[in-house]
Every structure is written in C-alpha cells, then in structure tokens.
C-alpha cells in the first residue's frame, strides 16, 4: 500500500560528558518526540492501534559508525521503526571532568528528524 507522511518532528541532542554519539543521537530522537500528541493517526487516518504507524528516524551525528541503533529506536514508544544514521551533527569543546569518565573535552551533538508515515489504500 501507499505511503503518506503524517507528520516530521526535529530534535537535537547533546552528549556533555560522555563523548558518546549514541547518547546524543537518542537525546534527538527523544527531543523531536517529546512535545507531541498524535490523535489524528486516530481520528483522520483510521488506525487502530499505534504500533500500526510506520516511523523512519534520520539522525546526523559525529561517528555515525559508533550509533547503537538498537538503543536509539528503543526510545521511541511505538511504531514498524526504521533508522538511517549520517555524518552530521557537530563537535563542539567543553571542559572533560574526570568524575564523568570524559575521555576528552568533546561534546557531541546530533540533530534527528522523524517522520510518522501511515499506509493508504
């Protein structure tokens, strides 16, 4: 069946501490997500349960290589989920403190986009 895009959400996300992308690729996702009610996939598009909406996540972040993507899709409540991670995002210095376990003075920020889709006949 046909795809319609429902809705784009954007979201960033920053790792202070940690120097981990993954950590900043899910800050993202979580941050595009965050602020949002989806009643139409009810009331306009007719689906029955939201496990039916078909979710694809784009992040931009440093070290794409490095993104568990597992732990940033699990950020997102329902939804068939997909992923596609790209060089993107920025590295920005700020100050590494060892009781954080930083590695090095690096924050790293991503930016995410995700976009609900539903099926038509």
Known sequence: MPRKRFIIEMGMGIDQHGQDPTVAAARAVR????????????????????????VEVQVAVPYPESVRQDEVLAVLPFGQKSITIREGGMIVKGRAIPELNDKNDDMIIANAAVTVLIETP
């Open 31 to 54: 941050n595009a997500i965050a602020h949002n009610a989806l009643p139409g996939v009810w009331e306009v598009a007719g689906l029955s349960h939201p496990n039916e909406m078909i």
